[in-house]
């Protein structure tokens, strides 16, 4: 018999944990005043939410908050509930239901509601059950992330959608045999020069994308009997009779092309179109968007940004705090950061977390125009130069004590057992409040440094990179020569030592008492 859904084959684990506390951030700065603050408690229901990895994660960065997953999947909702035992989490239970079910009656009322690998693969009755619970159960000036397929980047690839829809319908054969019927299916056809792909060229490296990507996720992504994608202005109109307005997107760089980040000739175009969502519509089509995670509030309209709504925000350097002074990619186009500015804050947040009222106090900046502090603000965030934070945290690494540990148990067992792909590890973060990346060599260099290796680092490091499956590469190949693999790993444990160490300390992932 159909179903809706894929069932047989469980959907891998969580590659990202976006911060509750980055959303509010975001919703601040397009003008709103969202009810989650910085450091109040808060419940977050997450709706779709797999085997519970981004669920558990954010649970384990923010303790004070309540979180609720709910999936219809038995075999997820196990092993999301089994493995926030293992990590000793009070705070996450998790609900088995369809949306459908009177789950609106099962929930209790709250702050945050994430929708994330949901939204454009559950038919239309799915997406009215959700719009309902937001209604009834979202909390007054509450977030809604919702993540999603977006067109028109997605345009010139469904038909690769369709190859695995219509070129593996029996029934008899499982969500993985079909996958890898689909691909090879999909493979022949390239092969035998299909005009499709020729004519495509964005196709035909998806494709090769596909080739090499776990097949459960691709089980998920294309076999579902569901499956959407969706201009922004579609999803914000189906929101808006719940009382839910556009406040911003997911990652936090999403949001340039808002805040005008972009060159004049394109600014002057989206300063056309005066309403947000349309003005996003035309920045997909700069962008050639193919997927958008993107924030919405139940709220009245917005007003321009105020100092106030900044205040319970901490900031601490973020990945591009470092070159403040030069200029940046986004989306393929050269952003210029040469104000001073953002070269005095770059320097403040490497010497300490700083608040709004610390830079208004700094006689440069006292100069500046009314409302200019917390554009240059918003724009240090959207830029990279700083990050969100839910407290001060200043942790330095005393190199006479190199006893590191990690305090947060979640974080022990998903180092070690949580191997993402490409042997990612996604660590809680508890002064951001969301998901810390490591790529394979950082685990592993962060695991031996915890073991206390020593010399042998780099042979440890070495050996474990082989094991989990991810060796060092070269053009494409594995690196035979042991002696080269070890001088990369010699290398890049220096960077991490000098790097990685203090940040994991300053965000408090590490400890080094």
């Not at 936090?252 to 002057?268: T, V």
């Not at 490497?350 to 006689?363: G, T």
Request: aromatic share 8%; charged share 20%.
């Amino acid at each position: 018999m159909e179903v809706d859904y894929v069932i047989d084959t469980a959907y891998p684990d969580a590659t990202s944990a976006y911060s509750p506390l980055a959303a509010s951030f975001i919703a601040s700065a397009n003008g709103f005043c969202p009810v989650l603050r910085a450091g109040a408690p808060f419940t977050l229901v997450d709706f779709g939410c797999g085997q519970g990895g981004e669920l558990l994660t954010i649970a384990a960065a923010n303790p004070a908050g309540r979180f609720i997953g709910v999936d219809i999947n038995p075999v997820h909702v196990a092993a999301g509930a089994n493995r926030a035992a293992m990590a000793g989490l009070q705070n996450v239970s998790f609900l088995c239901m369809d949306f459908e079910d009177e789950l609106v009656d099962n929930l209790p009322d709250f702050e945050i509601g994430v929708i994330n690998g949901v939204w454009s693969w559950v038919p239309v009755s799915k997406r009215e059950a959700l719009r309902n619970i937001l209604r009834r159960r979202l909390k007054p000036n509450g977030l809604t992330v919702v993540s999603y397929i977006a067109m028109p980047g997605w345009a010139p690839l469904l038909p690769i959608r369709a190859i695995f829809e219509t070129l593996t319908r029996d029934s008899s054969e499982s969500s993985l045999e079909r996958v890898e019927a689909a691909l090879c299916a999909a493979g022949r056809l390239q092969e035998l020069g299909a005009e499709y792909f020729v004519a495509n060229p964005a196709a035909q490296k998806f494709f090769d994308e596909l080739r090499v990507s776990d097949r459960q996720y691709l089980a998920h992504e294309f076999l579902n009997k569901a499956f959407n994608p969706f201009y922004v202005t579609q999803v914000a109109a189906f929101l808006e009779p719940a009382g839910l307005r556009f406040a911003g997107s997911l990652p936090e760089r999403e949001n340039g092309l808002i805040h005008g980040l972009c060159d004049d000739r394109i600014s002057s175009f989206l300063d056309r179109e005066a309403d947000p969502v349309q003005r996003e519509f035309v920045k997909d089509l700069f962008n050639n968007t193919g997927g958008r995670c993107d924030i919405y509030i139940r709220s009245d309209a917005p007003s321009p940004p105020m100092r106030a709504d900044l205040e319970p925000f901490w900031f601490l350097p973020g990945p591009c705090a470092d070159v403040a002074a030069s200029g940046l990619a986004r989306h393929g186009r050269s952003l210029s950061i040469e104000d001073p500015f953002y070269r005095e804050l770059s320097s403040l947040l490497h010497q300490s977390s700083v608040r709004i009222a610390d830079l208004a106090a700094r006689e440069s900046i006292v100069k500046l125009a009314q409302g200019e502090l917390e554009k240059k603000l918003i724009r240090a965030v959207i830029l990279g130069i700083a990050v969100v934070g839910l407290e001060n945290s200043n942790a330095k690494f005393d190199a006479r004590n190199r006893q590191l540990s990690l305090p947060i148990s979640f974080n022990r067992i998903a180092l070690v057992e949580n191997i993402l792909a490409d042997g990612r590890r996604l660590l809680a973060d508890p002064v951001t409040g969301g998901g810390l990346e490591l790529t394979a060599m950082e685990a592993e260099l962060l695991i031996a440094h915890l073991n206390n290796k020593g010399e042998g680092i780099e042979a440890s490091v070495d050996d474990r990179l082989c094991e989990i499956g991810y060796p060092l590469r070269a053009f494409g190949k594995p690196i035979e020569d042991r002696g080269w693999r070890l001088a990369l790993i010699a290398a890049a444990n220096q960077e991490f030592v000098s790097k990685n160490i203090p940040l994991l300390l300053r965000h408090q992932v590490l400890s080094n008492a």
